[in-house]
């Protein structure tokens, strides 16, 4: 396995489907390899090509997309990215969240009448986006996912990173652990916001009960650094923060 060279969640402003926020996608590279965690909104790639470069890591270095879950905010950027990319890049996610993500079905959690409010208000030179948002609305987010992932895989990339099925948000929500730094990427597993990390939302949670029997999984981990998608990276004692949320969800 490579030798982890870096770890980089990208803070990135949403804004795409009518909401406000931050959002930190990771970057993670190693000698032969650089994955993107989850890609933002179609408004985000120059955002993630900059980040990338600011890095040192060329955007052309980039050959794999791992998904953590069919959310819009977290799907939203692959076509561009895919189309963007000088040569093929392998796009991975959890096998029930594949129909999700290439089409089959739709979006669990998608907000149409924001999406639709979007459209109409794009200028019509926006030829590329309003091409994404139609894409989106039609349940065809335009990638394809090219490797399925399972609970407790391991992938040779960063010196290991295992795959955590943490259904609950999304019935197929991945979390991702890097063994050789310790370092939880925990997608909308748990949410860090105000001084502490949390249980996801209720109204964007379709099964609450998965979701904090997931978070208990996640506590069993040895974290130093944990990433929220929503809060970026906690501050503190990951690990103890972990079992303190953990607890309040017993």
């Excluded at 955590?164 to 916001?193: E, F, N, V, W």
Aim: net charge negative.
């Amino acid at each position: 396995m490579n030798t982890t060279a870096g770890i980089e969640a990208i803070k990135l402003t949403r804004g795409f489907n009518g909401s406000q926020g931050v959002i930190y996608p990771t970057l993670i590279w190693d000698e032969g390899t650089a994955i993107l965690v989850d890609t933002g909104e179609p408004i985000h790639l120059e955002a993630i090509r900059d980040a990338m470069e600011q890095v040192g890591v060329p955007f052309v270095r980039m050959n794999r997309i791992i998904l953590t879950h069919q959310d819009i905010d977290h799907i939203g950027g692959l076509p561009g990215l895919v189309q963007a990319s000088a040569h093929p890049v392998d796009v991975m996610a959890h096998e029930e969240e594949k129909p999700y993500i290439e089409g089959l079905k739709p979006l669990i959690k998608l907000k149409k009448e924001l999406l639709q409010e979007k459209l109409n208000s794009l200028p019509e030179d926006q030829q590329e986006l309003r091409g994404q948002i139609d894409l989106l609305l039609n349940h065809t987010p335009g990638g394809r996912v090219s490797t399925v992932l399972k609970d407790q895989d391991v992938l040779p990339y960063g010196g290991g990173l295992t795959v955590i099925h943490t259904p609950g948000h999304t019935p197929g929500h991945i979390s991702l652990y890097l063994g050789q730094s310790k370092t939880l990427i925990a997608g909308d597993a748990i949410m860090y916001s105000e001084g502490k990390l949390r249980k996801p939302p209720e109204q964007f949670t379709p099964d609450m009960e998965q979701a904090i029997q997931s978070i208990l999984k996640l506590a069993k981990y040895d974290v130093e650094t944990l990433i929220c998608y929503h809060g970026g990276v906690y501050p503190g004692n990951a690990k103890q923060a972990l079992a303190e949320l953990a607890a309040e969800c017993r």
